[in-house]
C-alpha cells in the first residue's frame, strides 16, 4: 500500500515542481531531494508491499512511507490551496502576478518550514530502512523476506476425506466428464474462483478418481504459488514425474537451464497419456512458461489448472474455451449442512444456539474455506449458552486476530489483494468505503477514483475507460463480484465479499487510509483521510475539524445534516476535500460556503431535497463530476460555465412532470464534458444552445428534453459533429411533437443506445447505418410503415422497445432478422394484430414482452422456433384469451409451453 501512495505522490510531486518550479523558489531543491530519496525506496517498496504481512517489523516501516507522503501530499495541497486563495482569479490565472506571490513570505516561511521537516523524516526513514533491511545502494533488498511466518492451509485441502465435502458431486461429475471425454487432442480444465471457494479440494478429488487413474499413464500435481521460480518449478516438474514412473530422476538436474528442463519434460511425456495438475497459477505468464513443455501426443492428454483469475483460466483453455469451470458459492442449505458437520459432530444444531449460528454464517455467503474456519473457532466453544456466540457474531472481523484458523484464513484470502499491482490496491482498498452487502455503481465508483487521483493517464484512452479497465481486473482476479449486468452485457452493479470487506477494512484501518462510522462503531476517528457515514451520524460533538480529510461519503443517514454536519464540512475544516458524496441524505440547502472547497472534484447531491445551487459553486474550479440526478434542482446559476474541468453534469429526474435543467447559453464551452444530462429546449436558449452543442466534442451522452420539430436542423448539425457520442436521448416538448431528425444525414458511428421520444413522420434513415447500435427504444412514434423491416438487419442490436410507436396491424421478421436480440419489448400498439417471425429470425432471443397490443388476435407466428426464449410476457385480449383457453394444451397454447418463465395477464 506504501508503494501505491509514493507512486501517486511522486507522480503528484513531478507535475508540481514542473509547473510551480518558478513559485517554489529555493524550496524546489528541497522538494527535489524528497522526490529522490522516495525514488529510491520505490524498488524495495514492491518487496516490501507483497511481503508486510509476514513481518512486523516490516509493517511499521511501510507504514511511516505511507504517512510521510501523505503529510507531502497535505502541504502540496494547503500550498495549491494557498494560491488559490491569494489570487481570487483561479489558480491558472495567478500566473501573470507571480511576483506579488513571492513576496508573500508568510505563505514561503510556511511550506519551507513544514517540507524541510518531511525532509528530514524521508532521511531518518530511510536510515532506518538501510540499517534494518540491509539495502544496497539502488534501493534492492539483501535480506529475505520469511515467507514461512504463518501456516498456509493449502495442503488440508488435500487431506480432506470425501465425507468432509459438500456441493462438490455434481462439480466434480463435470471434471470428471471433461477428462475422460473421447476427444485425443490434449485439452486443459480450468477451474476459476476466489480465494477459499474449494478450487483446490475439487481438482483433488476429481484427479483421484478411479476412473481418472485408470484412463491416464502418467499422474503429477504440481503447485505453482504466487512467486515462483520458473527452473526450480521445472526442476520440481522433473522430478514428480519421474517418481511418479518410478524411473530415477537424471543426475545432471541441477546443471539444466530452463530451455532443457522444458525438453527433458517434453521427451518425458511425449510417448505418454498424462494428465497434470498445475494448482494455483496466478499469472499468464506464468502459464505462458509452462506451456510448451506440454506435448500435445494426441493420445486424449490433459491438464487441469486452477487459478483465481479468469484471465489465466480463459488464456490457458483458448484450445478448449468450453472446459472452463467457475466455482460458484456454497448455497445456504449445503452452507448449513457443512457448518454442522464441522461445529457439531452429531450434525445437529443445539436450538437456542440456531437464529445467531445462521447469522455468523451468512457473512460466509458460501464461501467454503470461511465456513470451515469459523466452524473450527466455534466448535470449541461453550454451547451451553448463546453469550459467547453473539460475542463471536458481533465482533467476528476482529476476531481473526487471535484465532489461528480465522488468522489463516484471512491471509489466504489476502493472498490475492498482495499480488495486485500498485495502482489497483488502492482501489481495491476504497471499496471498502461502502457498507456492508452494498450494491457499488460502476459508473459511480468510476468517477471515485478519478477524482481521488488514483487512476493513471493513458495515451488513447479516456480516464472513465482507464477506471473501467481497472475494475474489469479486480473483477478478472476474483475480488470483486459482478451482480447486476445489463441487456446489452454492460457492468452496472457489483459487490466484495464480506469476508474481503473485513481484509480491507482491516488494511485500512492500519494504513490510515480510511474509516467507518456506523451504528456498531460511532467514534469518530481523530485521524483521517476518507471518511465514510453509514446509517448515523454518531457523536458529532467530538471532533469539529478533519484537516487532512479527502473524501466524505455517506450512505442511508435519515438525520437531518444541516446544523450538524454542515458547520464541519464549510467551515474551513475541510480545506483539501476531493469528494463530497452526500447522495440520499437529509439536506435541503447546499450553502454558501461551498465554494470554499477548492479540491472538490466529486460533488453528488443525489436524492436530497436540493431546490437550487449557490453561485459559489463557480469557485470549484477542479470539479469534474456534479451529480444533481433526483433532487428538485431544474436551473442552473451561470457561474457553472467556470468549471471548465467538469466531466459529468447529472441534472435530472424522472420523478418530476419536467425532469431536466433549463440551457444555459454558453455552456457549449465547458469542452471536457461527456456526460450531459439532461438539456430542456424549450425556451430560447434552448434553441441557441441546440445549434451550438457539436462543440463539445468530448461528449460520450448526451440527454435532451422539450424539443420543439423546428430545433430538428440546429440539433442534426450539432449531432454530426459529435463523434465520441455513445448514447443519446432526444425527447419532444408533447408526445404529439415531431422530433425532426431527417437531416442527420452523418450520424455519430460509435453510437451504442439511443432513445427518441416523440412522433417521427418518416422512420430515420441513417439509424440503419448504426453499425454499433447495441439498444434502441422508440416512444411514440406512431410510425405507419413497419419499423422492423428496416432495423432487422442492424449486426449487433441487443435490445429493442416499440412504445406507441407503430400503427400498423402487422409486424413482420424475415428469416435473417435480428441475429442478435436478446430483448424485444412490444407496448401499447393498439392497432397490431398478427406478429409473424420467419424461421431463422431471432436465434439468440432470450425475454419478449407483448403489452396493452388489445386487438392482437394470436400468439406471434413462429414463436415456437425460438429456443432461446426464457421468459414471455403476454398481456392478451379477450379474444386471444378465449382462444388459449379453448386450447389449453393444443393450437397457440403449444407454441408457447416451452418456455421456462410465462407470464400470461389479460387485459
Known sequence: MAESAVEFLLNHLTNFIQQESSLLGGIREEAESIRYELEHMRAFLKEADANEFNNSELQVWVKQVSDVAHDMEDVLDE??????????????????????????????????????????????????????????????????????A????????????????????????????????????????????MG?????????????????????????????????????????????????????????????????????????????????????VWSINAWDALKYAFPDNNSGSRILLTTRIVDVASTSCVESPDH???????????????????????????????????????KCKGLPLAVVAVSGVLARKDRSTSHDWELFHRSLGAQSEGDDQLESMKKILSLSYYNLPYYLKICFLY?????????????????????????????????????????????????????????????????????????????????????????ES???????????????????????????????????????????????????????????????????????EVGKLFHLRYLSLRGTKVKTLPKSIGKLENLETLDLKETNVTELPVQILKLQRLRHLLVYNYDLDTYGFKAIVGIEGLSSLQKLCYIEANHENGRIVMGKLGRLTQLRRLGITEVRREDGKALCSSLEKLSNLQSLSVGSVENKEIVDIQQLSSPPGSLQRLYLRGRLENFPHWITSLRNLLKLRLRYSKLRDDPLQSLQDLPNLLQLLLDQAYEGEELCIKATGFQKLKTLELQSLERLRWVRMEKGSLPHLEELTIESCKLL????????????????????????????????????????????????SFG
Open 522 to 592: 460511532t467514534t469518530w476517528p481523530e485521524k483521517v483521510r476518507r471518511l465514510s457515514i453509514q446509517y448515523t451520524l454518531g457523536n458529532l460533538q467530538q471532533t469539529n475539524r478533519f484537516p487532512q480529510l479527502r473524501s466524505l461519503l455517506m450512505f442511508s443517514v435519515e438525520e437531518p445534516i444541516s446544523k450538524s454536519l454542515n458547520p464541519i464540512l464549510f467551515n474551513g475544516g475541510v480545506r483539501l476535500l476531493k469528494v463530497l458524496d452526500l447522495r440520499g441524505a437529509s439536506l435541503e440547502m447546499l450553502p454558501d
Open 324 to 362: 472452463i469451470y467457475t466455482m460458484e458459492p456454497l448455497s445456504q442449505e449445503e452452507s448449513w449442512t457443512l457448518f454442522c458437520r464441522k461445529t457439531f459432530q452429531d450434525n445437529c444444531c443445539p436450538p437456542d444456539l440456531e437464529k445467531v449460528s445462521r447469522s455468523i454464517l451468512e
Open 196 to 280: 477459499g471457494m474449494g478450487k483446490t479440494t475439487l481438482v483433488k478429488k476429481a484427479y483421484d478418481d478411479m476412473g481418472v487413474k485408470k484412463r491416464f499413464d502418467c499422474h503429477a500435481w504440481i503447485t505453482v504459488s504466487q512467486s515462483f521460480h520458473l527452473r526450480e518449478l521445472l526442476k520440481d516438474v522433473v522430478r514428480r514425474l519421474f517418481d511418479a514412473a518410478k524411473p530415477q530422476a537424471p543426475q545432471s538436474l541441477e546443471t539444466m537451464d530452463i530451455n532443457d528442463l522444458k525438453a527433458k519434460i517434453k521427451d518425458f511425456l511425449q510417448q505418454r497419456r498424462y494428465v497434470l495438475v498445475l494448482d494455483d
Open 857 to 904: 388476435e394470436e400468439v406471434p407466428t413462429g414463436i415456437e422456433h425460438l429456443t432461446n426464449l426464457k421468459s414471455l410476457q403476454l398481456c392478451v385480449s379477450d379474444k386471444l384469451k378465449m382462444t388459449l383457453d379453448q386450447d389449453e394444451q393444443g393450437g397457440d397454447y403449444s407454441k408457447i409451453v416451452h418456455i421456462p418463465i410465462l407470464k400470461i
Open 150 to 193: 504463518w501456516y498456509d492451509r493449502r495442503g488440508d485441502a488435500l487431506l480432506l476425506e470425501e465425507a468432509d465435502l459438500v456441493g462438490m458431486d455434481g462439480p466434480k461429475k463435470h471434471l470428471i466428464g471433461w477428462l475422460l471425454d473421447d476427444s485425443p487432442r490434449l485439452k486443459v480444465v480450468s477451474v476459476v474462483g
Open 79 to 148: 500550498f495549491m490551496l494557498h494560491i488559490a486563495h491569494y489570487h481570487g482569479d483561479g489558480f491558472y490565472g495567478f500566473l501573470c502576478n507571480i511576483c506579488s506571490l513571492i513576496k508573500n513570505l508568510i505563505a514561503r516561511h510556511r511550506i519551507a518550514s513544514e517540507i524541510g521537516k518531511i525532509k528530514s523524516r524521508v532521511n531518518n526513514i530511510r536510515q532506518s530502512y538501510q540499517q534494518r533491511f540491509s539495502i544496497s545502494e539502488h534501493g534492492s533488498s539483501s535480506t529475505t523476506v520469511n515467507n514461512n
Open 431 to 519: 471499496l471498502g468505503l461502502f457498507p456492508e452487502d452494498y450494491k457499488i455503481e460502476r459508473t459511480r465508483v468510476i468517477r471515485l477514483w478519478i477524482a481521488e487521483g488514483f487512476v493513471e493517464v493513458r495515451v488513447g484512452r479516456t480516464m472513465e475507460e482507464v477506471a473501467e479497465g481497472y475494475l474489469k481486473e479486480l473483477i478478472n482476479r476474483s475480488l470483486v463480484q459482478v451482480t447486476r449486468i445489463d441487456g446489452i452485457g454492460r457492468l452496472r452493479e457489483c459487490r466484495i465479499h464480506d469476508l474481503f470487506r473485513e481484509v480491507i477494512t482491516s488494511k485500512s484501518r492500519e494504513q490510515n487510509i480510511a474509516a467507518m462510522v456506523s451504528k
